[in-house]
């Protein structure tokens, strides 16, 4: 048979790989046959092609026997091969190893090192527990071995078998101490090793009182290192065996944490690698950064800790980007322990703001964000805004955020923290969280004194925003047209846009009653007087600019709004009707509906609702969302926004009042293009609402008895009939009641006990003649009603808030439409009038528990089949009624939801009556995503005062 040599050369010759396949075929037919001779004298020069052969990727596992005999062979070239073999060809599941203990016991105990260390390396790579419990007295005796290469191959084996098996650790503890003192530096690293893997297994073991003397003996062993003469056998660059040294930092590290006494035997040695250790070679940086994490771990004394703040400073200063990156890890963990030392290199941190590699740069980023405090607030920050203009783009979201936290939490005063927020706002562009303007407009809005000043400045920069926004406008090219609608693109100023916008609409009043620079920092920059003239022409410039996006028109259009009602001159107020009224016919809903909206607040029957409507919003009560715990509602935007249409579970939602979505709204679909703004600036129906319930608290009740038909004579046009106030019940609340109990007519309230009363949405199931509706006001939309009714209703053009507060007031028109219903952003749900009543599915049972069904039916939509109604029947078997039912309802992030108010909240006992709710549910995902949801429903048992609550999943809907 060839040799090795021979075979590796002859694989090398092959030209193609069917050629190799069939001379490795013929080579392992050789090897099997001669494994079946037992007095074949090449059987090592096999086993050495049969591993060639292995390496290659061919089978090899016939020659798993063949390592045993091998292993069991008195020749050291053949033992030597046949415990190679058994590392590669055998693993740790192998029942053949059964067949080993017995050899290796006996090559352990040889008088030979090399057959010992074979054995030694063989259980440590390739030993399961039963071996190394059968053979742990024998490991044993190798720690006494007379040789110190066979102490440290058995040190290292003990290091594998416990990472095998943890519980022997107690075991090989006690050897610990013993191998610590050893000279040869080989046996000190491994016992070193075996430390470390002990105290990771059990780190209680080493705190017992046998142990104490580990610590002195570590401390004599690194002290020897440092004081002794020149090894070429142990130098590495002018460092006496730093491997050695790296270790015994790290033991030290381990021993010392949270023990004071065995820090304080440490402190002496620590100061002389500190002092002594050169770390302008590789081999000293190494030996430093693992003192400098040993000082930092310890109980150190303070001068020590500014010692190895120093060091970490030196190591900044050199140009090797490895170092500088561990040495800014590093001092991030120091700043939590010691800022002040910090504190005094912050220059050279805040320098590494500008180094080219980006790693260094983030490092930095965070190292100046953990040193800010109040007293170096000012400098910092001004660096970190420095450093927005010129970051790269995956920066600057996570730096205005740290930016504006530092100044919520540190600012000097409230007019540089403005300042500094308006000028991020302006650097960073779209690169800004949403809770970033939230935290602006908080700041204003509960800062009274900041109201004229914040107009001004938010003034400046929008007209300096503006100006420039005009000057690209008018150099590039026009903005490309597809499909008849422009495509938006967004400016980069759009949210400091939006709340200039929304601070003009609440104080821009302020504005004419003093003059102001419009560039403060530019010396001799003249005051400029802005008048009520020049504050709506830079409105109505934004407007007009087509990079102007729709949510941005819209807060213009309710600022201008707002402003209609605090400025008095003829022209002005005319100007301002004007620019709203060109919207009213917009291709944008949202736009086209506003604008009808507030021009009709702006009529001359308006009076004295429009300054109720236009009064600035009162201040919130809410602490900054920069800093409040919100690390769960960040983990909702952030699966929110990687939301990719699988499959998500429903989800959970506190218990709300029955008839109210997950959002807070009644009676209307969200609109979440505009939801980021209605955070900044609430629409005109939120500010109704608000300042009209004020007003009405302190209205005469002749006023209040004629502020409604006055409103709906406005609003839709058509006269309104007088109606008897119905009995009140306390127990459904009605987010309607309190808006509608200012105009003297508090909402309907529903049936409670005996029959339920129909739900007014269900009102229009039955053929009821419909009187002659007045034509709706321009740029009208169309709703997608429940009834039958013919002609779509005026209400369509409100806002979702006014059109719900609007269909639940008493008036003449039978069947009111429901409010408006909007769909994915940007877009409105309109739809043609039905011809005739929907027909109505049978009713299923999607729940039975305890007592209570509800059955729904499905009221399905041919037109859209997107959009599903359902009406929700809720009865009880039990002898006593159910008090303040409710019910409510979760939806995964792909469905929308319309809920009205519930007919009642007791449920009649023995099937007596029942409660009814409608609900409607878009599906934007149709075809894809089925409609399912999570019930929830909560009641209490006639007099009881226990609440009971029961969840649900419904994935069977009538009509799907």
């Not at 990727?57 to 070239?77: C, D, M, R, W």
């Not at 059990?202 to 002290?223: C, E, G, H, M, N």
């Not at 949202?590 to 236009?614: K, N, P």
Request: include cysteine.
């Amino acid at each position: 048979m060839s040799h090795l040599k021979d075979f590796i050369r002859e694989i090398r010759a092959c030209k193609t790989a069917a050629e190799e396949r069939e001379v490795v075929a013929r080579e392992s037919a050789d090897i099997r046959t001669s494994f079946k001779d037992m007095k074949c004298k090449t059987r090592d020069r096999n086993m050495a092609k049969l591993l060639f052969i292995h390496l290659l990727g061919y089978p090899a596992y016939f020659g798993q026997v063949e390592t045993v005999n091998l292993i069991a062979s008195s020749k050291f070239h053949e033992k030597r091969l046949g415990y190679l073999a058994l590392m590669v060809l055998l693993d740790e599941q192998q029942d053949l190893l059964m067949l080993l203990p017995n050899t290796m016991k006996t090559d352990m105990a040889s008088p030979s090192n090399f057959m010992t260390a074979l054995a030694l390396v063989a259980l440590g790579n390739i030993g399961n527990s039963e071996m190394i419990r059968d053979l742990s007295s024998e490991l044993e005796k190798c720690f006494r071995h007379s040789h110190a290469y066979i102490r440290k191959k058995a040190t290292l084996c003990a290091v594998r078998a416990i990472r095998k098996d943890p519980d022997v650790a107690d075991q090989y503890a006690p050897k610990v101490l013993l191998l610590l003192g050893e000279r040869a530096h080989g046996v000190v690293t491994a016992a070193c090793a075996l430390l470390l893997e002990i105290n990771a297994a059990s780190p209680s073991i080493f705190k017992q009182p046998q142990y104490d003397q580990l610590v002195p003996t570590a401390v004599r062993a690194l002290k020897s290192l440092l004081l002794s003469n020149y090894s070429s056998q142990h130098d590495v660059a002018g460092i006496t065996d730093p491997f050695l040294q790296i270790k015994l930092l790290q033991v030290m590290r381990v021993l010392g944490r949270g023990n004071k006494a065995a820090s304080d035997l440490m402190n002496d040695v620590l100061a002389q690698v500190a002092t002594n250790t050169d770390h302008r070679k590789n081999a000293g940086t190494a030996v430093l950064y693992e003192c400098v994490q040993t000082v930092l771990s310890i109980e150190a004394e303070p001068a020590l800790r500014v010692l190895a703040v120093n060091i970490l400073m030196r190591f900044l200063a050199r140009n090797d980007n490895n170092t500088r990156y561990v040495a800014l890890n590093l001092l991030s963990k120091v700043v939590t322990l010691d800022k002040p030392t910090v504190q005094r290199h912050k220059k050279i941190i805040v320098d590494c703001l500008n180094d080219p590699d980006i790693s260094i740069r983030r490092r930095a980023l965070e190292l100046t964000y953990a040193l800010v405090d109040a007293t170096n607030c000012r400098h910092l920050v001004t660096e970190m805004v420095d450093y927005l203009g010129r970051a790269d783009a995956e920066f600057k979201t996570d730096l205005t955020r740290k930016i504006c936290i530092a100044c919520e939490k540190y600012a000097p005063s409230k007019k540089w923290q403005l300042d500094t927020i308006i000028k991020v706002l302006s650097t960073a562009g779209s690169y800004v969280r949403d809770d970033i303007p939230s935290a602006l407009v908080l700041l204003i809005s509960q800062t009274p004194t900041l109201h004229l000043y914040a107009a001004q400045r938010l003034y400046a920069a929008l007209y300096q925003a503006t100006h420039a926004r005009v000057a690209a406008v008018a150099g590039a090219a026009a903005p490309a047209v597809s499909g008849g609608k422009q495509e938006e693109q967004q400016p980069p100023e759009e949210t400091l846009t939006q709340v200039a916008i929304w601070a003009l609409g609440e104080y821009g009043d302020l504005l004419p009653t003093e003059p102001f620079e419009l560039n403060p920092h530019a010396e001799g920059e003249p005051q400029v007087a802005v008048g009520p003239a020049e504050l709506v022409g830079l409105l109505e410039q934004i407007i007009r600019l087509p990079l102007t996006t729709a949510p941005t028109r819209a807060y213009a259009l309710t600022a201008l709004t707002k402003l209609s009602g605090r400025f008095t001159d003829a022209p002005v107020l005319a100007r301002i009707t004007d620019l709203i009224a060109a919207y009213r016919t917009d291709i944008t809903v949202e736009l086209q509906q506003r604008a009808c909206e507030y021009g009709a607040v702006l009529g001359a029957s308006a009076g004295v609702l429009r300054q109720a409507l236009v009064k600035r919003m009162p201040v919130p009560d809410l602490t900054c969302p920069l800093t409040r715990n919100t690390e769960e509602d960040e983990v909702d935007e952030d699966e929110e926004d990687q939301h990719g249409g699988e499959d998500e579970p429903l989800d959970e939602t506190p218990a709300l009042p029955a008839g109210r979505t997950e959002s807070g709204q009644q009676g209307g679909w969200e609109d979440e293009e505009l939801k980021e703004g209605e955070q900044l600036l609430p629409g005109l129906a939120g500010a109704a609402a608000t300042a009209a319930a004020s007003a009405a608290s302190t209205a005469p009740a002749s006023e209040k008895e004629s502020s409604l038909p006055d409103l709906l004579s406005l609003t839709l046009g058509v006269p309104v009939a007088p109606a008897a106030t119905p009995a009140v019940s306390p127990a459904v609340p009605n987010p309607a009641a309190d808006l509608m109990s200012m105009f003297g007519s508090p909402a309907a309230a529903p049936a409670v006990g005996g029959a339920p009363q129909p739900h007014p949405m269900l009102a229009t199931h039955s053929p009821v003649p419909t009187p002659p509706v007045p034509s709706p006001l321009p740029g009208d939309v169309s709703l997608l009603p429940l009834g039958g009714t013919t002609a779509p209703s005026p209400i369509a053009s409100l806002s979702p808030t006014l059109a719900s507060i609007l269909a639940t007031a008493p008036r003449s028109v039978p069947a009111p439409a429901g409010p408006a219903m909007m769909g994915p952003p940007g877009m409105a749900m309109a739809a043609p009038p039905m011809m005739g009543a929907p027909v109505a599915t049978p009713p299923i049972p999607v729940y039975n528990a305890r007592g209570v069904t509800l059955t729904m039916e499905g009221f399905p939509d041919p037109a859209r089949p997107n959009i599903h109604t359902f009406r929700c029947t809720f009865s009880t078997s039990l002898s006593v009624p159910l008090r303040n039912f409710g019910f409510q309802v979760s939806l995964p992030k792909y469905l929308r939801l319309q809920m009205q108010p519930a007919s009642g909240n007791i449920l009649p006992p023995n099937l007596s009556g029942t409660i009814t709710q409608m609900m409607r549910i878009m599906n934007t995902m149709h075809g894809q995503q089925p409609v399912q949801f999570r019930g929830r429903v909560e009641y209490q048992v006639g007099d009881t005062a226990e609440v009971i609550a029961d969840v649900f999943d419904v994935t069977r809907l009538p009509g799907l």
